[in-house]
């Protein structure tokens, strides 16, 4: 049986890089938009920072596939947790930026093209 699981779906939120006792942690939240739409938080940590550098080129907007596996522990008061815990994270492709006009090199605003008064 394989614990390895993956989701596909747009970045909603990246974390910046914490450390909790010696490892390097950061967490993405992905959404899977759609009818019945779901977000899930996914934790990228280890002591060398490496699996939590992989969300470096990630940014809100992207469209991403992301390795994780799943696990769950059971506190002394006996309540349950469970925790996303990812490996990779491809991105598919990249948010789309709107186009911006470079501002004239005097300083003032960019002209408005816009016909309408309003």
Known sequence: MSTEYTITGTVEEVTPTTMERDYHQRHVV???GGR???SLQI?????S???AAK?????????VVVTFDVS???SNQGKWFTQADGWECEVLSRRSRPAQRPAPE?????????????
């Open 43 to 47: 934790r990228f940590s280890d002591k």
């Open 49 to 51: 920072g490496e699996t």
């Open 106 to 118: 005097d300083g003032s605003p960019p002209p408005d093209d816009d016909p309408l008064p309003f």
């Open 30 to 32: 992905v959404g899977t």
């Open 55 to 63: 969300l470096d080129r990630v940014s809100v907007g992207d469209r």
């Open 72 to 74: 769950s522990r059971k």
């Open 36 to 38: 019945y739409a779901r």
